[in-house]
Nanobody, 124 residues
Framework: QVQLVESGGGSVQAGGSLRLSCVVS????????MAWFRQAPGKEREGVAA???????TYADFVKGRFTISQDNAKRTLYLQMNSLKPEDTAMYFC??????????????????WGQGTQVTVSS
């Protein structure tokens, strides 16, 4: 059974930092495309960053230069380092895995497994 479990969310002031983690179980980690998405109340889920099996990364324009996606295959863990946080970064953050292959990195429909989410709140 595939499980993705996020942690690391919280409340910070603008300009602060958080690191999100997503521990994966149930399949061989490191073979598939992984990503972070976020969803704010009343808004659609949007792609934040993705990383493929070769370590190539893709970022949404609104986080370039501020967020860094990485993974530790030995720990079966995906990370999202978030710096220079803004109030507009407030959302529920989800990690996702694509075990089917062939999709676009920042498109939600690419992914077939999702975590339950971790809340990030940035105050001004």
């Amino acid at each position: 059974q595939v499980q993705l479990v996020e942690s690391g969310g919280g409340s910070v002031q603008a300009g602060g930092s958080l690191r999100l983690s997503c521990v994966v179980s149930g399949y061989t980690y490191g073979r598939y495309l992984m990503a972070w998405f976020r969803q704010a109340p009343g808004k659609e889920r949007e792609g934040v960053a993705a990383i493929d099996r070769d370590g190539r990364t893709t970022y949404a324009d609104f986080v370039k230069g501020r967020f860094t996606i990485s993974q530790d295959n030995a720990k079966r863990t995906l990370y999202l380092q978030m710096n220079s946080l803004k109030p507009e970064d407030t959302a529920m953050y989800f990690c996702a895995a694509d075990t089917r292959g062939g999709g676009y990195p920042l498109t939600p429909f690419t992914y077939n497994y999702w975590g339950q989410g971790t809340q990030v709140t940035v105050s001004s």
